[in-house]
């Protein structure tokens, strides 16, 4: 069964501009959670869908945004981008198993870099 | 408050050495705890997770966990370090009853393995 899958996997930006990141999730899984990893702040969540809605949201400002299509892909969205924005931005895919705690499965990740 | 402690930033030890990496939790209830291994500009790997029963847990490539209920801890083992184990090293936990499934994770130990 093929993993979690990201896209693109490096993109190199500028302060102003908005960027989109694709994750594909693991056949069967219907949750995608997004995080963000930094040097100095570590691994934080962004947020999670499930069934095309947004379950469940850490503390990030109203710039970043996401979504989930019908076939579980997720997308999220980063405008206005500013230099602390550059980061490694994971997904990860569970089976979403409601009100239950199931494993998270990550993909390789999207290396944005904002110049 | 609520907080995931790996203390040790940075370990080295010599191949075939035996590994412990420490990791202590402040939560109220014991959370769901798993340990992740990231190799250099890759993804995160689940090693092993603990939801409960069995407080020695076996996970992949030789690792092992065990629970501490009275000490909060999970510190992650193995007997006999290769030199393909150094990567950075997250625990991570899912606090019980909140409804969610977003890991917190803590700031991570870098394994560095000397020949």
């Known amino acids: 069964k093929a993993g979690v899958t990201q896209t693109p996997r490096y993109l190199i930006k500028t302060r102003g501009q908005q960027v989109t990141l694709s994750c594909s999730p693991i056949?069967?899984?219907?949750?995608v959670s997004w995080y963000q990893q930094t040097p100095g702040q570590g691994l934080q969540f962004l947020f999670e869908y499930f069934s095309e809605t947004q379950r469940n949201k850490g503390n990030f400002p109203g710039r970043f945004s996401g979504r989930q299509f019908s076939n579980s892909r997720s997308e999220m969205n980063v405008s206005t981008l500013e230099l602390g924005d550059s980061a490694l931005y994971l997904c990860a895919s569970s089976l979403g198993l409601a009100g239950i705690t199931d494993t998270q499965y990550f993909g390789p990740g999207t290396r944005l870099t904002v110049l | 408050a609520q907080s995931v402690t790996q203390p040790d930033i940075h370990i080295t030890v010599s191949e075939g050495a035996s590994l412990e990496l420490r990791c202590n939790y402040s939560?109220?209830?014991?959370?769901?705890l798993f340990w992740y291994v990231q190799s250099p500009g890759q993804g995160l790997q689940l090693l092993l997770k603990?939801?409960?029963?069995?407080?020695l847990v076996q996970g992949i490539k030789g690792f092992e966990a065990e629970f501490k209920r009275s000490q909060s801890s999970f510190n992650l083992r193995k007997p006999s370090v290769h030199w393909s184990d150094a990567a950075e090293y997250f625990c991570?936990?899912?606090?019980?009853?909140?409804?969610?499934?977003?890991?917190?994770f803590g700031t991570g130990t870098r394994l560095t393995v000397i020949p």
């Open positions: 603990y939801f409960s029963g069995d407080t």
């Open positions: 056949s069967g899984h219907r949750s």
């Open positions: 991570a936990v899912v606090p019980l009853q909140t409804g969610a499934n977003n890991l917190f």
């Open positions: 939560y109220g209830a014991t959370p769901y």
